[in-house]
């Protein structure tokens, strides 16, 4: 953690080209933003991130367990908010909501976003810059 944003400009840099320029406009940087790779799922673009090929920008419950295993770490402490574009939604049918077993999905999923919100407490950033070990 301590590097200055303008080293990120000069690293490979993975995702989305407008998440990374927002990204770089907050810490006030001017950067030629070319990522090397993009990604359609978190999870891979983690996972090359673990594997080192490049700086990614994630929400950080989506890397809380890597970060919390120490495969990825935190470079830098400067967090972005970014429309909702990539929101999560459990959909089902109206009739099946009070079912036992989707109810017991419903109820499951959100303790364990609770017990990844209090294990990655005090922070409350949901992006942050992160890199493999």
């Known amino acids: 953690m301590g ?4 080293a990120f400009a000069r690293e490979p840099l993975l995702g989305d080209l407008e998440v990374w320029t927002h990204w770089f406009k907050a810490a006030g940087v001017r950067a030629q933003v ?11 673009m983690l996972q090359a991130a673990e594997q080192n090929i490049g700086l990614a920008l ?3 419950l989506l ?5 919390a295993d120490g495969r990825l770490v935190r470079l830098s402490p400067l967090s972005i908010t970014v429309e909702p574009t990539h929101a999560y939604h459990l959909v ?3 009739n099946l909501r009070d079912w036992p077993p989707l109810a017991a999905l419903r109820e499951w999923l959100h303790d364990e976003l609770e017990l990844s919100r209090r294990t990655l407490e005090p922070s409350t950033k949901h992006r942050g810059k992160v890199r493999s070990r």
Do not use: H, I, K, M
């Open 58 to 60: 994630s929400r950080e």
């Open 3 to 6: 590097a200055q944003p303008e």
């Open 34 to 44: 070319t990522p090397v790779a993009v990604f359609n799922d978190a999870g891979l």
């Open 92 to 94: 089902y049918p109206p």
């Open 63 to 67: 890397a809380a367990d890597a970060l």
